[in-house]
């Protein structure tokens, strides 16, 4: 029962510090990719066009390499298994 209670005071607090930054991270990074395909510049097809799904899709990869890397540093090379996620997502737009 404590564990449970320290879990949810846990995920409460990270929400209120990082809650705001992840939302304002999303939307700014929504219409970022949302200009560069009205611009011609990629092509948000693998997200049926919607950018906002693109701009999830980018933070869930970016964040879940640098938790891995946060996590167990050992686990993954931050640099070059980092830019290799970040080239394969970027080449399916």
Do not use: C
Request: glycine fraction near 8%.
């Amino acid at each position: 029962m404590i564990d449970a209670a320290i879990a949810h005071h846990a995920q409460a607090f990270a929400g209120a510090l990082f809650g705001a930054y992840f939302v304002q991270y999303r939307d700014a990074l929504t219409e970022i990719l949302r200009a560069a395909s009205d611009e011609g510049g990629l092509s948000l097809n693998p997200f049926e066009g919607d950018a906002r799904r693109a701009a999830v899709s980018f933070m869930a990869m970016l964040e879940g390499v640098l938790l891995l890397a946060l996590i167990n540093p050992g686990l993954i090379d931050l640099q070059q298994d980092g830019l290799n996620t970040l080239t394969a997502w970027l080449k399916q737009i």
